[in-house]
């Protein structure tokens, strides 16, 4: 949990900073409601389906409603800022080569490390209003 507060400052500049919260026409930031269930599915989508196929998912907007690669740029963003990865890394690269090198151990704490980040972000985004439909 400590690690999870220590996420947290930066979590809440990424929601701003990673587009994933926007300013409505009255001027107040909101949060769409695509964003919540990403960050929610995030979790199981580790557990059930693996650190790679997760990460490709979310890096992908495919045909979704909103941008889900911001999810991936917060959680990075929020990673390099705690120094768990280095400012010219990039995270999926990261998975990558750990996975072609067999390194089970570094994708288990990887994995935990971006867990944290997600439950951060999630945080972090409940203190925004989510967006109403018009």
Known sequence: MKRIVKMLPEAMVCVRS?????????GKEEVDSAFNGY???????????GLLPTLIFFSNKGG???DRPAIIKAIEKILKNNLFLGPNEHLLEKVLRMVELNDNAGLAHLSTLISDAAVALKLAIRTFPEKTKD
Do not use: R
């Not at 995030?42 to 389906?49: C, E, K, L």
């Open 18 to 26: 990673c587009k994933i919260s926007i300013v409505n026409e009255k």
């Open 39 to 49: 960050i929610s599915s995030m979790g199981a989508s580790i557990i059930t389906a």
């Open 64 to 66: 979704s409603q909103s």
